[in-house]
């Protein structure tokens, strides 16, 4: 349950599925525990707390319908889903009001803890400021965003994210041992949205994600694995540096120049 894809291996699995059953109809899901974007676009992401929701309202509407051998593993595997994977257990609840009660210092402990993620996220922290094609959001433990300045022309119309009102962002995700790179569309002006979306699917040689529709706080709009988990427990600090200072350069060199000219239209505060 708690561990991601590796691999290549939705790829794999839809692949052999597509060969193994060629006329049905291909519906696939990437279950995790929060819903994790997966790296193939033809899965859509569930979270196991979809999952929990959808199973309590079948029970509800189906209970005199199904037979009591199903109605009961069905009843069983939702509460261990609930007690051990989604936040309804008594000890999360738990933890939820001890959090409550000590937000700030228990914050600050997870945030500068010494552990591995904390001295990659300094690691990347560095590299994103010692460049000045970019400006930089939020830079937190877990999630470090920035975007080129030469696709900063967006209009700022982003809504309950980043400070900086930006509606797209670069994200680089540091955790689960590895760091991942992902072009997030987030919440924001609804217009706006849609028509990024638009010319992102107009471009698929700019733009990975194409083919879900849209969501409606959240859409991957490019991703790509930058550091695996056996580099991200092994490389030194320099090393792990110097491979995000070439994943930056590849980025802003190679893939950024079509998703600007993808995006053109949208400039704004120019003449």
């Known amino acids: 349950v708690g561990t991601g894809e590796h691999s290549e291996q939705l790829s794999r699995y839809r692949e052999w599925a597509e060969r193994a059953y060629p006329y049905y109809r291909h519906l696939f899901v990437y279950l995790t525990v929060s819903g994790e974007a997966p790296s193939d676009e033809a899965y859509a992401p569930v979270s196991y707390s979809d999952l929990a929701d959808l199973l309590g309202q079948l029970l509800d509407r189906k209970r005199s319908q199904v037979g009591d051998e199903i109605l009961h593993f069905l009843e069983q595997y939702l509460a261990m889903v609930r007690r051990y994977i ?11 009001r001890v959090y409550s009660t000590h937000r700030r210092a228990l914050d600050l402990i997870f945030e500068y803890r010494p552990d591995r993620a904390l001295e990659v996220r300094e690691v990347i922290a560095d590299v994103l400021a010692s460049r000045d094609d970019i400006v930089t959001d939020r830079l937190s433990k877990a999630y470090l965003n920035f975007l080129p ?12 994210w980043l400070k900086s009102g930006r509606i797209l962002s670069f994200e680089i995700a540091n955790w689960d041992d590895r760091v991942r790179l992902k072009l997030i569309l987030g ?11 638009d ?6 040689e700019a733009f990975t994600q194409r083919k879900r529709a849209l969501t ?13 988990r ?37 400039r704004v505060g120019e003449d």
């Open 86 to 96: 989604v936040e309804d257990s008594e000890i999360q609840e738990l933890c939820q």
């Open 149 to 160: 300045k030469s696709l900063d022309f967006l209009p700022k119309t982003g809504e309950g």
């Open 187 to 197: 919440p924001g002006d609804p217009n706006i949205r849609k028509r990024i979306y």
């Open 199 to 204: 010319l992102a699917r107009e471009h698929p």
């Open 216 to 228: 409606k706080k959240f859409y991957q709009l490019y991703s790509e694995n930058w550091i695996s």
């Open 230 to 266: 056996k580099d991200y427990a092994e490389l030194s600090d320099e090393e792990l540096a110097q491979v995000i200072r070439d994943r930056l350069d590849k980025l802003i060199c190679g893939k950024v120049p079509p998703m600007v000219s993808a995006l053109e239209e949208l």
